[in-house]
Structures are given as structure tokens and as C-alpha cells.
T-cell receptor
């Protein structure tokens, strides 16, 4: 069974500082991995995804993540935080299950950006 | 195309009442998913449809929950005899299945249910 662990339910960074949100996964097969962002009272928006190929994945809004199979990790980073990055971020893993891609989400990390 | 839409956005009901939510997916998408998100948690899968067929249901979907997608377009999620534990955000997502290639799920804004 697949699972996702997000370390740190709340992360605070200063504006302009590095953002690092941690995600570790468990999967019995090569996984598809995702990061989603959720703003208050809104649905989820896909930031980036890893399916195959290059392990460093670039997404929207300057975010990127690196798939490290040996560490079963898919941490999300951004070199310089902006106030508009304050939101909740969800890491997710997907495996094929019964003909469709079953997506399992982590519990989320709330990012606070301090001016 | 304006993406996935859900109605209502907010619903407050008394315990024991029935509620129904609607999801309109992106028009050409053949797959539709329902998730539940409680406070402090990530979304949890409830069920999914391929066209009008409901192909998988989570054990989270008790007998009080029923979902339909009658013409393979919009979907409804009904909760009968609501309980306070049903209070959550109900998210709908849709995707266009293309064989073995992963297809992104696009999420709607959700319906927030509060059961008093």
C-alpha cells in the first residue's frame, strides 16, 4: 500500500528565504509523485509532478522537487519565498489500482511567509 | 472551459438531514473523482467514475453515502441522515483517461459541509 509522510505540519520562513517542504513516500511500485497547493477555501492546484525521466522536476511559481529513490523522498523547494506562497501544500503518491491512478495525499504542510 | 465547478460552495445542515452536492467536471473528461478532506488532513479518496460507471468505492463511503453520474457528465454526492462526523470539505476532481499514461486530476473548489 502506498503512503506519504510530510514532515512538519507548519513551516515558517521569512520572505526571500529558502522554502523546503519535506515529503517521504512508500510505494510498492515505481511511483508517480506530486505536489499540490491549496489556498484557503479553494481546491487543489497541481504544482509539479514526477512520472518518469529527469528526477529534478520544475513546476509553477518557481517551485521544484527532486525524486530521490534511495531516500524515498520528494522534497519541495523554492529559492526565495514570496508572500503569495503562503498556503497549504500537499505531497501525493499515485499507483495504478484497478485500472486507474489511485492518489494518496499527505496531511499537508501549512507554509507561513513572514514579511 | 472554466474548470471543475462544485455547488453549493457551503452547506450548513442539521444532524439527520439529507444533503446533495453537485460536481460539473471539465467537459471532455471521462473520469470523475470524489474526495473528502477533514480539518488538518489531506484529501481522502471516496469514489470514482469512468463515464457513468462507478468503478471503485472507498470503505470510507458508508451506506449513507451515494454517488451518481447518470449521463457521464455531472455527478452528485448525496449524504443521508447526516452526522456531525460528516462535516468536511468534499472535493471533486476530473481527468481524461488516456491508456496507461498518467492523467492529471483537476480539482474543483470544493463544498464545505457543516453538520450542526
Amino acid at each position: 500500500a502506498q503512503s506519504v509522510t510530510q514532515l512538519g505540519s507548519h513551516v515558517s520562513v521569512s520572505e526571500g528565504a529558502l522554502v523546503l517542504l519535506r515529503c517521504n513516500y512508500s510505494s510498492s511500485v515505481p511511483p508517480y509523485l506530486f505536489w499540490y497547493v491549496q489556498y484557503p477555501n479553494q481546491g487543489l492546484q497541481l504544482l509539479l509532478k514526477y512520472t518518469t525521466g529527469a528526477t529534478l522536476v520544475k513546476g509553477i511559481n518557481g517551485f521544484e522537487a527532486e525524486f530521490k529513490k534511495s531516500e524515498t523522498s520528494f522534497h519541495l523547494t523554492k529559492p526565495s519565498a514570496h508572500m503569495s506562497d503562503a498556503a497549504e501544500y500537499f505531497c501525493a503518491v499515485s499507483e495504478k489500482s484497478g485500472g486507474y491512478q489511485k492518489v494518496t495525499f499527505g496531511i499537508g504542510t501549512k507554509l507561513q511567509v513572514i514579511p | 472551459d472554466t474548470g471543475v465547478s462544485q455547488n453549493p460552495r457551503h452547506k450548513i445542515t442539521k444532524r439527520g438531514q439529507n444533503v446533495t452536492f453537485r460536481c460539473d467536471p471539465i467537459s471532455e473528461h471521462n473520469r470523475l473523482y470524489w474526495y473528502r478532506q477533514t480539518l488538518g488532513q489531506g484529501p481522502e479518496f471516496l469514489t470514482y467514475f469512468q463515464n457513468e460507471a462507478q468503478l471503485e468505492k472507498s470503505r470510507l463511503l458508508s451506506d449513507r453515502f451515494s454517488a451518481e453520474r447518470p449521463k457521464g457528465s455531472f455527478s452528485t454526492l448525496e449524504i443521508q441522515r447526516t452526522e456531525q462526523g460528516d462535516s468536511a470539505m468534499y472535493l471533486c476532481a476530473s481527468s481524461l483517461a488516456r491508456g496507461a499514461v498518467y492523467n492529471e486530476q483537476f480539482f474543483g473548489p470544493g463544498t464545505r459541509l457543516t453538520v450542526l
